[in-house]
């Protein structure tokens, strides 16, 4: 089977770039992809990270995985994208920076479009190319630029009418994070329309997809790489690809609601609660300081659980989020 045009032989190991357009001046944009064949048959998984250009964790993960495995030893095919958006990464920005249009937010525009800009193009190429070519597509991310957030995967969406329920679920909480999110068909992600996310997609196109989350964007959060790792290789047990059963928490906190907490008032930002910790309704989580240092607001727990997501820039304005209140 070729990705891409990429292909390798049984028991070996195929590392190259595929050029999918241009720059402005004329520099090939090429994206890497790395093909493990196993020496056996099996299933087909892809991984990929990059998709947002300053998400860095999942792209140091898929570096240091990719030489653990050993082709000799895996049954079926490993196909994996270190970075998947490269233009996005080299102004290290979410979305391609000198965009027409723009950025674009290419986790909102899947399946892509061909023949469309070079993001949907490139959203395209991921889509039909891998996703669809693939039995379980893994999909590594970070928080949003600004925040630091929790380990956790998505069983997404959380019901079986695409059919592939029992296969993202087995596949995502063996992965290993301490926190799994079985997120219901049609909610948002905090307050982003997710309906055009490549999960999303994969689902409709009856693909088994999940995505994993942890760390912040801008630089790699080295303490979630091992975490990172250690999932990818769990994940290859728990398809069969790989021998020995996966290395997973005892426990893993399950959740499917995402409540925000916002500012009322702009100033500094001093959190008191922070990403893992619990939280009851009303309790503080934070608060908000004027420029001479005076407490201007106590912004408070909007539900019982534990603190997602939080925010780490120290000022904001009126309505900004403060923190993702998970439960």
């Known amino acids: 089977m070729a990705f891409l045009g990429v292909t390798a032989k049984p028991g070996t190991v195929e590392r190259t770039r595929v050029r999918v357009g241009d720059l402005s001046d004329g520099t090939?944009?090429?994206?890497?992809?790395?093909?493990?064949?196993?020496?056996?048959?099996?299933?087909?998984?892809?991984?990929?990270?990059?998709?947002?250009?300053?998400?860095?964790t999942g792209i140091q993960i898929a570096r240091e995985a990719l030489p653990t495995i050993d082709p000799k030893d895996l049954a079926g095919t490993l196909v994996v994208i270190p970075l998947a958006n490269v233009p996005a990464h080299l102004t290290r920005t979410r979305g391609y920076l000198h965009e027409e249009r723009w950025l674009i937010d290419i986790?909102?525009?899947?399946?892509?479009?061909?023949?469309?800009?070079?993001?949907?193009?490139i959203a395209a190429v991921l889509f039909n190319e891998f996703v669809r070519n693939a039995d379980m597509t893994i999909?590594?991310?970070?928080?949003?630029?600004?925040?630091?957030?929790?380990?956790?995967?998505?069983?997404?969406?959380?019901?079986?009418?695409?059919?592939t329920l029992a296969l993202r679920e087995k596949v995502g909480r063996a992965f290993?994070?301490?926190?799994?999110?079985?997120?219901?068909?049609?909610?948002?992600?905090?307050?982003?329309?997710?309906?055009?996310?490549?999960?999303?997609?994969?689902?409709?196109?009856?693909?088994?997809?999940?995505?994993?989350?942890?760390?912040?964007?801008?630089?790699?959060?080295?303490?979630?790489?091992?975490?990172?790792?250690?999932?990818i290789h769990n994940s290859l047990r728990a398809m069969g690809m790989e021998e020995g059963e996966p290395d997973v928490p005892k426990t893993q906190r399950r959740f499917s609601k995402i409540t925000l907490a916002h500012a009322e008032k702009g100033g500094g930002l001093r959190m008191k609660k922070h990403v893992g910790d619990e939280v009851k309704q009303g309790?503080?989580?934070?608060?908000?300081?004027?420029?001479?240092?005076?407490?201007?607001?106590?912004?408070?727990?909007?539900?019982?659980?534990?603190?997602?997501?939080e925010m780490l820039l120290g000022s904001l304005s009126t309505g900004a989020e403060v923190a993702w209140i998970a439960s």
Not at 111 to 120: K, M, Q, S, V
Not at 186 to 211: I, V
């Open 28 to 56: 090939p944009v090429t994206i890497p992809v790395a093909m493990v064949r196993g020496a056996k048959d099996g299933p087909t998984m892809y991984i990929q990270a990059g998709l947002h250009g300053d998400e860095l």
């Open 139 to 163: 999909d590594l991310h970070s928080a949003l630029d600004g925040c630091d957030i929790a380990p956790f995967v998505y069983i997404d969406p959380d019901d079986d009418e695409g059919g």
């Open 176 to 231: 290993g994070t301490p926190y799994v999110y079985y997120k219901p068909r049609g909610e948002k992600l905090g307050t982003s329309d997710m309906t055009r996310s490549m999960r999303a997609q994969a689902e409709l196109a009856g693909k088994p997809d999940f995505s994993a989350e942890m760390g912040e964007s801008r630089r790699v959060s080295w303490q979630h790489v091992p975490l990172g790792v250690r999932g």
């Open 107 to 121: 986790n909102r525009i899947f399946p892509g479009n061909a023949h469309g800009l070079l993001t949907e193009r």
């Open 283 to 309: 309790e503080t989580l934070a608060e908000i300081l004027d420029v001479f240092g005076d407490r201007v607001e106590e912004v408070k727990s909007p539900a019982d659980g534990f603190v997602l997501r």
